[in-house]
């Protein structure tokens, strides 16, 4: 099958499956869209939202879609890096034998992410980087395809650990959660209190996700695309040439190159998507707020003065 037959073939399936999980979840487009966006470019997602707004659920309908394996890790003060990866036992011939933990599955939901200590985020961080644990010095390959999508609290700060900007930064997207408006909550609270239960069918499988994002890298993009994607994480640079006034004043840290990097990435699928065969600067922009807002680092005038990280994206863009 050619390229552009490919991309027709993605643009009818995405059709699809967010018809599937419209069956389960009301409302959140935008969320539903950018999970999907960062499982086609195989980058992993942070959803942030008060409780209730079903953050688990999306993640859950969003597997069953794709035919993928699924587990979920609540995470706790007590958790420890071996309740995730696994661990080595004695069997009954003396012999060492690994049993595999729960990060061995395709899509990985991390609840409540930032209530493990450091130690056992760790853990997690060299699993979404390198695809692979270390168990007793030993490597072990996970799944393909893999994705963490956790999930955060934004409100409960009492005994929880900040994620560090670096494992942050090994989000490729921070996906923000709002309340429902009145009409998509009546229709919530319509679903979800009757006896009638939807079911799922599922889409896509794990070979054809594979495909799919192997067809996503090879979408061409024009070279001033790529400088715009440049540009913009640089201008998030306090000390960059290219920074306004308004990154001098408000922000300490800017986004690294990563942030580069999936900006065209999320460019590319999201002009697939769109059913265009290469991505423009408008494509940039629709993945520029999910991409930059959890990679630049506010200083305290900011804080002080109510400034909002989507408000320096809006000013950057």
């Not at 099958?1 to 069956?23: F, P, R, T």
């Not at 959803?47 to 209730?52: D, E, N, T, Y």
């Not at 494992?167 to 996906?175: C, E, G, N, Y």
């Not at 009638?196 to 993009?221: C, G, M, N, W």
Request: with cysteine; net charge negative; hydrophobic share 40%.
């Amino acid at each position: 099958m050619s390229d552009v037959a490919k991309a027709k073939e993605l643009v009818v399936k995405y059709g699809q499956i967010k018809k599937e999980i419209a069956k389960i979840i009301v409302g959140q487009e935008a969320a539903i869209d950018h999970v999907l966006l960062s499982i086609l470019c195989g980058g992993h997602s942070l959803l942030i939202g008060v409780p209730g707004l079903a953050k688990t659920l999306l993640v859950q309908t969003v597997s069953d879609t794709l035919g993928l394996d699924f587990k979920r890790i609540q995470f706790t003060p007590d958790l420890m890096p071996s309740d995730i990866i696994g661990s080595e036992i004695l069997d009954e011939s003396n012999r060492f034998k690994f049993l595999k933990g729960p990060i061995f599955s395709n899509i990985i939901l991390a609840d409540e992410i930032n209530r493990t200590p450091p130690k056992t985020q760790a853990a997690l961080l060299e699993a979404m980087q390198e695809r692979s644990v270390t168990v007793a010095g030993h490597p072990h390959k996970l799944a393909a395809p893999f994705f963490v999508l956790a999930t955060q609290n934004p409100i409960e700060q009492e005994g929880t650990y900040p994620l560090p900007e670096a494992q942050l930064d090994r989000f490729m997207f921070s996906i923000h959660l709002n309340y429902p408006t009145f009409e998509e909550e009546v229709a919530v609270v319509k679903k979800t209190t009757g006896d009638t239960k939807e079911q799922v069918s599922t889409v896509f499988t794990a070979e054809d996700i594979l495909s799919y994002q192997h067809l996503i890298r090879r979408v061409p993009v024009a070279d001033n695309v790529i400088e715009y994607a440049v540009g913009l994480v640089s201008k998030t640079r306090p000390g960059s040439s290219l920074a306004p006034q308004i990154v001098k004043d408000y922000m300490d840290w800017g986004a690294g190159p990563r942030a580069s990097q999936n900006l065209i990435l999320g460019a590319k699928a999201h002009a697939i998507i769109k059913g265009k065969y290469s991505p423009d600067i408008e494509d940039v922009k629709a993945v520029a707020y999910a991409i930059l807002r959890h990679r630049i680092v506010k200083n305290y005038k900011a804080e002080a003065e109510g400034i909002s990280e989507e408000h320096l994206i809006d000013a950057l863009l």
